[in-house]
């Protein structure tokens, strides 16, 4: 049971535009959603998080949305750039009870120059 | 140095040897996870520890084992290594279970 999905595994955006990787899930007792990304041979490094009482949370260049209703998160990056390419993890916690950290499946971006 | 280590940076072993897999973090962050990342399922949790001598199963447990006699160490063990626990393993750490978790470089096992 995947309680943390990304459909698209990978994703090409020209450098300049806007790159929107998504990310579903199905279990509303989630706290928080993260995205981490990820380099060749590197461990994943945070990158921006969102708690489930907000709907939008910006750092730069990347926002987070967040749709409680539909349980559906995503990460906007503007505007791309080559060195945004990497893959991205979303992730979803809850501490309540039993401690849960699950991350999805990763999407691969690549940003042309 | 400062930071969350991991060692060996790479390891092949043979079909029912037994492998551990170090992790070491400079934070005293009281929560420490082992991942493994697999094409096709991402970072899947291994176990994790909220504190010294406190551990707990994650999703894909079976044919592992950890220990945390100190805060700073979180030794992952392969009993009995399989070819299916071929992976790349993921050591993380966080401060008290928050939100962001710290990764480090992991470790690309071969099992034979």
Same mark, same amino acid.
């Given at each position: 049971?995947?309680?943390? =999905?990304?459909?698209?595994?990978?994703?090409?955006?020209?450098? /300049?535009?806007?790159?929107?990787?998504?990310?579903?899930?199905?279990?509303?007792? &989630?706290?928080?959603?993260?995205?981490? =990304? =990820?380099? %060749?041979?590197?461990? %994943? #490094? &945070?990158?921006?998080?969102?708690?489930?009482?907000?709907?939008?949370?910006?750092? /730069?260049? &990347? #926002?987070?949305?967040?749709? =409680?209703? *539909?349980?559906?998160?995503?990460?906007?990056?503007? %505007?791309?750039?080559? /060195?945004?390419?990497?893959?991205? &993890?979303?992730? *979803?916690?809850?501490?309540?009870?039993?401690?849960?950290?699950?991350?999805?499946?990763? #999407?691969?971006?690549?940003?042309?120059? | 140095?400062?930071?969350?280590?991991?060692?060996?940076?790479?390891?092949?072993? !043979? +079909? @029912?040897?037994q492998v551990t897999l170090?992790?070491?973090?400079?934070?005293?962050?009281?929560?420490?996870?082992w991942? $493994?990342?697999?094409?096709?399922?991402?970072?899947?949790?291994i176990y994790?520890?909220?504190?010294?001598?406190?551990t707990?199963k994650? !999703?894909?447990s079976d044919g592992y084992v950890v220990s $945390?006699?100190? +805060? !700073?160490?979180?030794p992952l063990t392969l009993e009995s290594? +399989? $070819?299916?626990?071929?992976?790349?393993?993921?050591?993380?750490?966080?401060?008290?279970?928050? !939100?962001?978790?710290?990764? @480090?470089?992991?470790?690309?096992?071969?099992?034979?």
């Amino acid at each position: 049971d995947q309680q943390v =999905k990304q459909n698209s595994p990978s994703l090409s955006v020209q450098e /300049g535009r806007i790159s929107i990787l998504n990310c579903d899930y199905t279990n509303s007792m &989630f706290d928080y959603f993260l995205w981490y =990304k =990820k380099y %060749p041979a590197e461990g %994943p #490094t &945070f990158l921006i998080s969102i708690s489930s009482i907000k709907d939008k949370n910006e750092d /730069g260049r &990347f #926002t987070v949305f967040l749709n =409680k209703s *539909a349980k559906h998160l995503s990460l906007h990056i503007v %505007p791309s750039q080559p /060195g945004d390419s990497a893959v991205y &993890f979303c992730a *979803a916690l809850y501490t309540s009870g039993t401690y849960k950290y699950i991350f999805g499946t990763g #999407t691969r971006l690549k940003v042309l120059a | 140095d400062a930071g969350i280590t991991q060692s060996p940076r790479y390891k092949i072993t !043979e +079909t @029912g040897r037994q492998v551990t897999l170090m992790c070491h973090q400079t934070w005293s962050h009281s929560y420490m996870f082992w991942y $493994r990342q697999d094409l096709g399922h991402g970072l899947r949790l291994i176990y994790y520890s909220a504190a010294a001598d406190i551990t707990d199963k994650g !999703e894909v447990s079976d044919g592992y084992v950890v220990s $945390r006699s100190k +805060t !700073e160490n979180f030794p992952l063990t392969l009993e009995s290594a +399989t $070819r299916s626990q071929t992976s790349v393993y993921f050591c993380a750490s966080s401060w008290q279970g928050g !939100e962001t978790q710290y990764f @480090g470089p992991g470790t690309r096992l071969l099992v034979l």
